[in-house]
């Protein structure tokens, strides 16, 4: 699904290729995801004063198409750096090696992605504030803004 499709009406099953940019536009990446398949956001302090909601794609499904010259990491965990614009701060996307998520993975902010309307995205929350990883809840995602017109 094209990200023009996806601006109109909910995402639908299957794989299709996303982009995704930081604020001032400098840091740009593509990749072929599916997230009705599901996605994460996860309590830590990072995470959620970043915003981060997440969803992993393997190495041959990511691209980075522009931005490798503002484009700064730092650290999360052993297996894994967060990469974001050096200009604007946003954090678009993550990379890292760990066994427990299947190898080399990339992982990306959904709140970056251009255009794409996530409605009803499954969304499993992670108890990572306390290190446990523990599914907290799963459920649809629900725009609240859209939600807010509709009522």
């Known amino acids: 699904m094209s990200n023009a499709a996806s601006a109109q009406t909910p995402t639908t099953p299957g794989m299709g290729t996303y982009r995704?940019?930081?604020?001032?536009?400098?840091?740009?990446?593509?990749?072929?995801?599916?997230p009705s398949a599901g996605t994460t956001r996860c309590n830590c302090t990072i995470c959620t004063k970043t915003g981060w909601w997440g969803i992993l794609a393997r190495p041959g499904a990511f691209r980075l198409v522009s931005g490798q010259e503002v484009l700064g990491d730092f650290s999360r965990s052993?297996?894994?750096r967060a990469h974001f614009c050096k200009t604007c701060g946003i954090r678009v996307f993550g990379h890292g090696d760990l066994p427990e998520l299947g190898g080399e993975f990339y992982s990306i902010n959904l709140n970056c992605l251009d255009g794409a309307d996530l409605t009803g995205v499954p969304v499993m929350y992670l108890d990572g504030l306390h290190d446990t990883w523990e599914q907290l809840a799963a459920v649809p995602y629900v725009?609240?803004?859209t939600a807010a017109k509709r009522a």
């Open 20 to 34: 995704a940019s930081c604020h001032c536009g400098a840091l740009r990446i593509e990749a072929d995801i599916d």
């Open 143 to 145: 725009d609240p803004v």
């Open 78 to 80: 052993p297996g894994g």
